[in-house]
């Protein structure tokens, strides 16, 4: 069952971003930036805090070298990190906001592979 709950979260949120979009106004936002509740700041860090925690444990009972692996998860978090703003800064204004379209094209198409694979992988 846990390929079809990523292919739910997959398609839902890319057809938000899709239909989102479309909703939209003009490529122009003016809405101000909305500050975040306290309590969806809490449920983020502890959602996080879980999720460490799983991997953590699945690396434990792995039995692999707990330093080596952290480091490597380290530095390839700030390489594509890194990257992915380079690209987003050279990028971002050329796509503007049809890149919401097409991260929720993405992510429809994840989905759809996830699906696939499901059903005949």
């Given amino acids: 069952m846990e390929p079809l709950d990523s ?15 479309y909703r939209g106004g003009s490529d122009e936002d003016d809405t101000p930036l909305r500050r975040h509740s306290f309590w969806l700041l809490v449920t983020t860090a502890i959602a996080t805090s879980l ?3 799983a991997v953590g444990v699945g690396l434990a009972f792995l039995q692999v070298n707990i330093i080596a692996t ?7 978090t ?11 800064r050279f990028i971002g204004p050329m796509l503007g906001k ?24």
């Fill in 7 to 21: 292919l739910y979260s997959a398609d839902l949120l890319g057809g938000r971003m899709i239909i989102g979009r």
């Fill in 51 to 53: 999720d460490a925690m």
């Fill in 70 to 76: 952290a480091l490597a998860i380290g530095c390839a």
């Fill in 78 to 88: 700030l390489i594509m990190s890194t990257l992915g703003m380079m690209i987003g």
């Fill in 98 to 121: 049809r890149a919401e379209i097409l991260g929720g094209v993405v992510l429809v198409g994840i989905g759809i592979q996830i699906l696939w694979t499901h059903f005949h992988g």
